[in-house]
């Protein structure tokens, strides 16, 4: 693996060959403000002329602030009880919330009071990540905007089929999703956010046989499957990159004496058999965020960054691609 500074140039002193291909790949970030920012900021941090987002972009919970009658504002975050603060601690305390991937909505009492209907929570909380998608393209067009950097970005299981319509229709976000995408004269990219069957019965999920299907069909338009980019959001099943927690009969992570959590494959089969069978150059994984690192399946080198969002922190990896071959990747943090 070759090494690059901060700056994305080599540690040995000398610049990136200007013939390669060098991209930046992150995952799951979970609605974390900070990580997608830190994402579109990886393009000049690491002199990248691509960056892909992979699935799992939006988080999971709101956060109730309630607007009292004097102006002040109530709200419970974490093991934080805060009673009666200012207009500016409230605004501290949303940009906190965003941070880490969660949802601030402001009303009153009576205007929150709706979200103890599970109906109108969905509703809402539904609008309220899409919104926050739109928000997140309209700051990449701003940011991006003639910097002649290319952004992809795609859903994951753990998406709301409802993001889709922000992430469509703009100029500079390009929505990979079941697409075959030539990113230079050499590549080609194929996406998918679908996973296979989990615990969780997500609004993308397949059973295995539709999954390879879906793979396929995006194939038969890459015009050179040695040079094919396969942007997967689940990995291969039982390799180095698909371990995670193992769960009983009641969703509990199981504990072992002597050994503590279990940990199982959870990757999808269906993703194992197309890498094997296709050979892409790079295989690009996210979905089981404690299984960073890389596998190589044959010739394809599988890579999974991880995720650590819920500390702020944005992983990535940053590759470096020629004709046939992967000339360096290293896995970053910060």
Same mark, same amino acid.
């Given at each position: 693996?070759?090494?690059?500074?901060?700056?994305?140039?080599?540690?040995?002193?000398?610049?990136?060959?200007?013939?390669?291909?060098?991209?930046?790949?992150?995952?799951?970030?979970?609605?974390?403000?900070?990580?997608?920012?830190?994402?579109?900021?990886?393009?000049?941090?690491?002199?990248?002329?691509?960056?892909?987002?992979?699935?799992?972009?939006?988080?999971?919970? *709101?956060?109730?602030?309630?607007?009292?009658?004097?102006?002040?504002?109530?709200?419970?975050?974490?093991?934080?009880?805060?009673?009666?603060?200012?207009?500016? /601690?409230?605004?501290?305390?949303?940009?906190?919330?965003?941070?880490?991937?969660?949802?601030?909505?402001?009303?009153?009492?009576?205007?929150?009071?709706?979200?103890?209907?599970?109906?109108?929570?969905?509703?809402?909380?539904?609008?309220?990540?899409?919104?926050?998608?739109?928000?997140?393209?309209?700051?990449?067009? /701003?940011? *991006?905007?003639?910097?002649?950097?290319?952004?992809?970005?795609?859903?994951?299981?753990?998406?709301?089929?409802?993001?889709?319509?922000? *992430?469509?229709?703009?100029?500079?976000?390009?929505?990979? !999703?079941?697409?075959?995408?030539?990113?230079?004269?050499?590549?080609?990219?194929?996406?998918?956010?679908?996973?296979?069957?989990?615990?969780?019965?997500?609004?993308?999920?397949? /059973?295995?046989?539709?999954?390879?299907?879906?793979?396929?069909?995006?194939? !038969?338009?890459?015009?050179?499957?040695?040079?094919?980019?396969?942007?997967?959001?689940?990995?291969?099943?039982?390799? /180095?990159?698909?371990?995670?927690?193992?769960?009983?009969?009641?969703?509990?992570?199981?504990?072992?004496?002597?050994?503590?959590?279990?940990?199982?494959?959870?990757?999808?089969?269906?993703?194992?058999?197309?890498?094997?069978?296709? !050979?892409?150059?790079?295989? *690009? &994984?996210? &979905?089981?965020?404690?299984?960073?690192?890389?596998? &190589?399946?044959?010739?394809?080198?599988?890579?999974?960054?991880?995720?650590?969002?819920?500390?702020?922190?944005?992983?990535?990896?940053?590759?470096?691609?020629?004709?046939?071959?992967?000339?360096? &990747?290293?896995?970053?943090?910060?």
């Amino acid at each position: 693996m070759g090494l690059f500074s901060r700056n994305g140039k080599r540690a040995s002193g000398g610049s990136r060959a200007k013939d390669g291909t060098r991209l930046f790949f992150a995952t799951d970030v979970h609605g974390s403000d900070a990580c997608f920012r830190k994402f579109l900021n990886a393009a000049k941090f690491y002199d990248v002329g691509h960056l892909i987002l992979g699935g799992d972009m939006t988080g999971k919970m *709101l956060v109730p602030i309630v607007r009292r009658g004097d102006g002040t504002f109530d709200a419970r975050y974490g093991e934080d009880e805060l009673r009666g603060i200012s207009q500016s /601690e409230m605004t501290e305390l949303k940009d906190r919330i965003r941070r880490f991937g969660h949802y601030p909505v402001v009303g009153s009492a009576d205007e929150l009071a709706a979200l103890e209907i599970e109906q109108e929570r969905d509703r809402m909380f539904r609008e309220v990540v899409t919104q926050s998608i739109a928000d997140w393209v309209a700051l990449a067009e /701003e940011r *991006l905007r003639g910097s002649g950097v290319r952004c992809y970005m795609a859903p994951g299981n753990d998406d709301f089929l409802e993001i889709d319509s922000a *992430l469509e229709g703009s100029d500079i976000v390009e929505f990979a !999703q079941d697409r075959c995408i030539s990113i230079d004269e050499k590549h080609d990219m194929i996406t998918t956010g679908y996973s296979n069957r989990t615990p969780w019965d997500t609004e993308r999920e397949l /059973e295995e046989p539709d999954l390879r299907s879906q793979l396929d069909r995006m194939t !038969q338009s890459v015009r050179d499957p040695d040079n094919l980019i396969a942007v997967i959001h689940p990995p291969p099943f039982d390799t /180095e990159i698909d371990k995670a927690p193992k769960l009983d009969d009641e969703l509990k992570v199981e504990m072992k004496p002597g050994v503590g959590v279990v940990t199982a494959p959870v990757g999808s089969t269906a993703v194992r058999e197309f890498i094997c069978d296709v !050979q892409p150059l790079l295989a *690009l &994984h996210g &979905h089981v965020h404690e299984g960073k690192g890389e596998h &190589h399946l044959g010739r394809t080198l599988c890579v999974n960054p991880g995720s650590e969002y819920t500390q702020g922190v944005l992983s990535g990896a940053i590759i470096e691609l020629g004709d046939g071959e992967i000339r360096r &990747h290293q896995f970053v943090a910060g």
